[in-house]
């Protein structure tokens, strides 16, 4: 891609994606226009230091909004668009389930209909670079696994438990849809959690650390044996670059670093690392059909984009605390939602 497009900028895996881009890739004719909302999850700090960028722009727009997308595909050229825009935390899809619906899969179609637009006009001129349409969903789509059942392979049936993973497993199967039917060079990567700098702090880790150096209580849901499959956002990002560059189209990727561990136990490194005592665990009511495990199969994600994950699990979460005791502002006092 020459000119890029990222939807959801601003949020966390979509503003460490600008970054490590913007870093590692020093082709002086790159374009990165970054687009986001501004949702309360979108803190534009998250993009500081980009300012003297003459390769970035950056423009507060919403994926719903047919006309200004239209404008600006048109207006940078744009040959590769990567969707990371989407309502995400799972309690607010469960207390208000339509702006998940609205925004994850309205919006998205409406973001691959812009593009497909733009790409099918008949003076579209191609460029050196073939367009893509990348579309970031998560191994939430899968629904829960059982203890001793396999991790999600690509071809797992999707069983989403939460209106925000039947938000993602929808838009995924309209960008799919957009494949078939028009030929949209669509191509998928679902991931699994993402820990690291820039994560709004109503989620599990951020929200751990901001609590345990107020020495509040920490709500753990349930037992706190719910089991999740954890990468180094950075791990995320060089795979969806290697999706860009490698992947075929029409295909879904499985993003994870073989990383299980149970909320309790992360919640137990964060308060041995910040020198808490574990009494600050606080076991509250179970969140309504919270998944008991997700794990991912990456091996197609390895084999055919070249792809491995550098960072390993207990020295990435402990860089992550150590850049939020060094980034105060982001634990923002006062949270108090669960993850
Ligand atoms: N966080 C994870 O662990 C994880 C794992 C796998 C996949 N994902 C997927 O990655 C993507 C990004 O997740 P995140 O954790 O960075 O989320 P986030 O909530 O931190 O960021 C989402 C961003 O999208 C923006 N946004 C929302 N609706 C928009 C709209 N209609 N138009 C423009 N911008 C809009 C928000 O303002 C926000 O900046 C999501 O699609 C999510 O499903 C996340």
């Known amino acids: 891609m020459k000119s890029i497009l990222i939807t959801g900028a601003v949020g966390f895996i979509g503003s ?26 979108g803190r534009l700090d998250n993009l500081k230091g980009l300012e003297g960028e003459g390769r970035f722009t950056f423009i507060k727009g919403d994926i719903l909004d047919a006309a200004l997308l239209s404008k600006l595909l048109v207006r940078h050229s744009i040959d590769c668009v990567v969707n990371f825009a ?71 049936p999707l069983y989403p438990s939460s209106p925000y993973s039947a938000s993602k497993a929808a838009a995924d199967l309209t960008a799919l849809a957009y494949h078939k039917t028009f030929g949209m060079p669509v191509i998928i990567t679902r991931c699994s959690n993402n820990y690291g700098p820039r994560q709004y702090p109503e989620k599990l880790i951020p929200l751990m650390i901001s609590k345990a150096l107020r020495d509040e209580p920490l709500p753990v849901y349930g037992d706190g044996l719910q089991v999740r499959d954890w990468l180094q956002v950075e791990d995320h990002c ?60 990456p091996d197609k994600t390895r084999s055919e984009l070249s792809w491995e994950p550098k960072h390993d699990f207990e020295s990435g979460l402990r860089s992550t605390i150590y850049w939020y005791l060094n980034n105060p502002s982001w634990l923002v006092p006062g949270a108090d939602h669960h993850y």
């Not at 009511?285 to 008991?292: E, G, Q, V």
């Open 16 to 41: 460490n994606f600008v970054h490590y881009l913007l870093q590692n890739d020093h082709r002086s004719d790159l374009q990165v226009v970054a687009l986001d909302a501004l949702s309360y999850a």
């Open 238 to 297: 060089a795979a969806i670059i290697a999706a860009i560059n490698r992947g075929r189209l029409g295909e879904v990727y499985n993003i994870g670093g073989h990383n299980e561990h149970s909320n309790l136990y992360i919640v137990n490194l964060i308060l041995n690392a910040l020198h808490k005592s574990p009494d600050l665990i606080d076991h509250v009511t179970d969140r309504p059909a919270h998944d008991r495990r997700y794990a991912i199969n």
């Open 86 to 156: 989407a309502h995400t935390h799972v309690d607010r899809s469960i207390s208000n389930p339509t702006p998940f619906t609205l925004n994850n899969v309205l919006g998205t179609q409406t973001l691959l209909e812009a593009a497909r637009r733009y790409w099918e006009e008949p003076n579209y001129v191609v460029g050196t670079e073939p367009c893509r349409f990348i579309q970031i969903s998560t191994d939430e789509v899968y629904g829960a696994l059982g203890p001793e059942d396999p991790p999600f392979t690509e071809s797992t």
